[in-house]
Every structure is written in structure tokens, then in C-alpha cells.
């Protein structure tokens, strides 16, 4: 099972998607964040994957609008942010069998993780 975590109209997701595609795994998961927001658990296994940093985008539009209260915060506040501004959310953030495996979108990155549908 993969899913992909995202916003449909991001560049780097549909770069993603597309990869998807072209390897013939049609089969994922797409989660939107802007209509299903992660839950604290999830942003939660994201920070553990993501090196246990957070899994934001601070080069975004959004961080810049948020990045002091961001910054000030105890986790619980981050994690509501977080929430509240998806479009901070490093994307896309790829899952393979429960398990993340990529933030963000690189071919070499998807082809040593995916491999070949078959092995999916």
C-alpha cells in the first residue's frame, strides 16, 4: 500500500504523481491535506522520519507567516500550526506500507524505495 500526502495543485506533487504513474503504479493513495488535515500522531511519525525535525517547509510563503509563533512554540502549538497552515507541510511525503520513506519529491530517491511495482 502507498500513499502519497499532499496538495493536488503543488509542482513537486504532481512531479511525484506523475513518476507514479509512468512506473504503472496507479494504485495509491493520494491524501489532500487541505481537505483531510494530518492528525497529531501523524505529523508526530513524520518528525520521528523526518530525522525528528519537523516536517515543515521553512522556505514556504506560509512558514515566513507563521515562523515566529512557529518558532516560540511548545510541540503541542507547533503540531495545531501545523494544522491549521498544511501549506507549511514538507511535500509530498511518501508511504510505503505504513512506513515513510520520502519528504519531498526525487526520482533517485522513488526508484531506490519503489522499485518496480512488482515488488510493491
Known amino acids: 500500500m502507498i ?4 496538495i493536488p495543485n503543488c509542482d513537486t506533487v504532481k512531479k511525484a504523481k506523475n513518476y507514479l504513474y509512468l512506473k504503472g503504479i496507479n ?3 493520494f491524501i489532500n ?3 483531510s488535515p494530518p492528525s497529531p500522531e501523524l505529523i508526530k511519525k513524520w518528525k520521528r522520519a523526518y530525522d525528528n525535525n519537523w516536517p515543515v517547509n521553512t522556505r514556504s510563503r506560509t512558514y515566513q507567516k507563521i515562523k515566529e509563533r ?3 512554540a511548545g510541540e503541542e502549538l ?3 500550526l501545523i494544522q491549521q497552515n498544511t501549506s507549511v507541510i514538507k511535500r509530498p511525503i511518501l508511504e510505503v506500507h505504513g512506513k515513510v520513506v520520502a519528504f519531498g519529491f ?3 530517491k522513488y526508484t ?3 522499485y518496480v511495482k512488482e515488488s510493491i
Open 27 to 29: 494504485d495509491f493513495e
Open 112 to 114: 531506490t524505495v519503489i
Open 33 to 35: 491535506f487541505k481537505t
Open 106 to 108: 526525487s526520482e533517485s
Open 78 to 80: 507547533k503540531i495545531e
Open 70 to 72: 512557529f518558532e516560540a
Open 3 to 6: 500513499k502519497l500526502y499532499g
